[in-house]
């Protein structure tokens, strides 16, 4: 564990966080924790806890983890999406090679829709993408 905490600590929360300053400079050498703002990091709205005025320093430093925290999570999402494409993978070689056919009724029509579904949006989309390409130049 590190000798010196850092200034602030970041509680994940459902679309943000909770911002507390760290004090450690008290005369029980305790660790404090006093709750300065809520963040939501989907729109990076900062809002003051209770009577506390955020400084300049303080803001900076949580737009600083917001972005931060942003970037984590697109590309957590990134990721997920690569986990998914491995289990179709899997699933593919389990329905070739281990499904029973009592297994495999029980999961094509699920599997079918999901990926008419996928295949759509997907194609759409690149759609969309080309006509842009198109219409830039």
Not at 7 to 26: L, S
Not at 80 to 85: P, Q, S, T, Y
Request: aromatic share 4%; charged share 30%; hydrophobic share 40%.
């Amino acid at each position: 564990m590190s000798a010196e905490l850092p200034e602030f600590y970041f509680r994940i929360r459902d679309n943000g966080a909770a911002v507390f300053r760290v004090d450690t400079e008290n005369r029980q050498r305790r660790i404090d924790m006093e709750e300065i703002a809520l963040v939501n990091v989907k729109n990076g709205n900062i809002k003051p806890h209770g009577d506390h005025k955020l400084t300049q320093e303080e803001i900076k430093v949580i737009g600083q983890w917001v972005a931060k925290r942003q970037a984590t999570l697109a590309a957590r999402d990134v990721d997920d999406i690569l986990r998914a494409v491995d289990h179709m993978n899997l699933t593919t070689q389990w329905a070739q090679s281990k499904a029973t056919d009592a297994q495999l009724e029980e999961v094509t029509d699920l599997l079918l829709l999901a990926m008419h579904d996928l295949r759509s949006v997907l194609v759409r989309k690149k759609a969309e993408r080309l006509m842009k390409g198109e219409a830039a130049e």
